[in-house]
């Protein structure tokens, strides 16, 4: 269907050249409407920067290895056209033998927030109207122990932790059994076989059935065009990760898939002062995850849902 | 809770694209991160301490800023610090280590901490999750003289980048902002 579709132009002058296609030359009213219509579309989509071959290209799955090396050269050049800075857009695929957790020490975490800043530059989020923080961290009462009821996300005391408070972040739990996926109308997004949950951005029709089935509130919106500056834009980028977002989509955590399939731990547990992020692959015996799933009291964040997230909260005391 | 953290693993190992397939086997390089910085002129101790050796438990009219802060049980300074060689720590059992290794005298008490240390559990790590890290010393976020954590920051020794504690907790990021404050 691509290799007809840049003939369309054509169909406004039809029989301009010598080499138009025939189907362009049919005065048939059918092929008329046929034309038209794609031709309202194609001006549609040059309006919001994507290319024709985007919308009518396979699923990102179904993709032969040529066809996603366009697809992520268009992705650059996008890139370059908006931002006028040179990127790299990988689409570097899941390894054998790997299976990514998140640990995290709740007695560690003091909610400074670092991490929630750390991942907004690593992944090129829209930093204001909308402002959009993948990872949330709430306050909560020691007293009353983990209560999302009474927790508190706009904190702002001068320094951290306050007394008697201790610090829960909640990003994407990265489910086994993702009912995020499930609800998605158009599988725009799905579970890799390492475990990250990812997003086709190109994918994404926006109708944000995901975020009311995610259960955790760690989808976002993008109500508005990203405000993401040029200086600030991370150039190293994944396709299914931090590449920058059109308006009218959805985004989540993906583990920082761009750093960890290159083997890198993700910015949020790079940056976290007080060591309270744990991440690795759970099927290496020797990983920090596997010690601390086989040393202590691990919990998962609303277990009863079944959702059976790859992230374990624990206090290691 | 438990038992659906260990079913979640199960399920991980049962979706691993290919059983059979184990981690590399990779050569674990651990990296040692860059200990704080002394205070400036401070080492080697030996440089004054030559001829001072006065093993009295007293007021001291120098190190003040370390006695003053001292919040850590009923110890004093020769617990820790070598009489005899004031440039290397002396463990319990009378053995000397340099400062770099003050985790082995820190974990003749925290026995529990310094095996997480060792595995990964407790304390931070940076670089690969698959391959070469490097890990912080207790003294890269605790106050030897008032160990409970207050907060840390970023400093650079010999051009590389380590971490060192702070005396006071640390100011946190500005809060997100409230859905009604995002007005277009």
């Avoid at chain 1, 583990?255 to 910015?267: H, N, S, V």
């Amino acid at each position: 269907m691509s290799a007809r579709l840049p003939v369309l132009p054509d169909a406004d002058a039809p029989g301009s050249g010598p080499d138009a296609p025939e189907a362009t030359l049919d005065p048939s009213r059918r092929n008329f409407m046929k034309t038209a219509s794609a031709g309202a579309a194609l001006a549609a989509l040059s309006a919001c920067g994507l290319d024709v071959e985007d919308v009518f290209r396979k699923h990102f799955k179904e993709l032969s290895r040529d066809e996603l090396a366009k697809v992520l050269a268009r992705v650059e050049k996008r890139n370059l056209e908006k931002f006028g800075k040179v990127t790299t857009v990988g689409a570097e695929g899941p390894r054998a033998g790997v299976q990514f957790g998140y640990g995290l020490d709740l007695s560690r975490c003091i909610g400074c927030r670092r991490c929630v800043y750390a991942c907004v530059r690593e992944n090129n989020q829209s930093r204001e109207r909308p402002q959009i923080h993948w990872i949330r961290v709430l306050e909560m009462d020691k007293e009353r122990g983990v209560d999302l009821a009474h927790a508190e996300q706009y904190y702002e005391p001068a320094t951290v932790p306050r007394d008697g408070k201790f610090y829960m972040p909640v990003q994407c739990q990265h489910c086994e059994n993702p009912p995020c996926v499930k609800a998605c109308p158009t599988q725009a997004t799905w579970k890799e076989p390492d475990g990250i949950v990812v997003i086709d951005y190109d994918w994404c029709i926006g109708c944000r059935c995901c975020m009311s089935a995610c259960p955790y509130g760690a989808r976002h919106f993008n109500w508005a065009t990203p405000n993401l500056p040029a200086e600030e834009l991370n150039p190293d980028q994944h396709y299914l990760g931090n590449r920058p977002r059109p308006k009218g989509v959805v985004e989540k955590c993906t583990f920082c898939i761009q750093r960890t399939r290159k083997g890198l731990y993700p910015a949020c547990t790079e940056i976290c002062p007080v060591g309270a992020r744990k991440f690795g692959n759970l099927l290496d015996p020797e990983s920090e995850i596997r010690k601390v799933m086989e040393m202590k009291r691990v919990f998962i964040l609303k277990e009863e849902l079944a959702t059976h997230p790859q992230f374990f909260y624990f206090y290691a005391t | 809770m438990r038992d659906f953290a260990a079913l979640g693993l199960a399920a991980a190992l049962a979706a691993s694209p290919d059983p059979a397939a184990k981690p590399v086997a990779k050569a674990e390089s651990l990296v040692q991160a860059e200990p704080p910085p002394f205070s400036e002129g401070i080492f080697p101790c030996s440089a004054c301490h030559a001829d001072q050796k006065n093993p009295e438990h007293r007021e001291l009219a120098f190190h003040d800023e370390q006695q003053s802060v001292l919040a850590h049980g009923e110890r004093w300074c020769l617990d820790c610090h070598d009489l005899d060689d004031r440039d290397r720590l002396r463990l319990a059992s009378g053995v000397r280590v340099p400062f770099t290794e003050s985790y082995k005298l820190c974990g003749q008490c925290h026995g529990d901490k310094l095996r997480d240390w060792r595995v990964g559990v407790h304390g931070k790590r940076v670089g690969r999750w698959d391959g070469q890290k490097t890990y912080f010393l207790c003294v890269n976020c605790h106050d030897p003289h008032s160990p409970r954590f207050k907060g840390v920051v970023t400093v650079e020794v010999g051009g590389k980048k380590t971490t060192r504690y702070t005396a006071e907790r640390i100011r946190p990021e500005p809060r997100p902002k409230r859905p009604e404050e995002m007005a277009r």
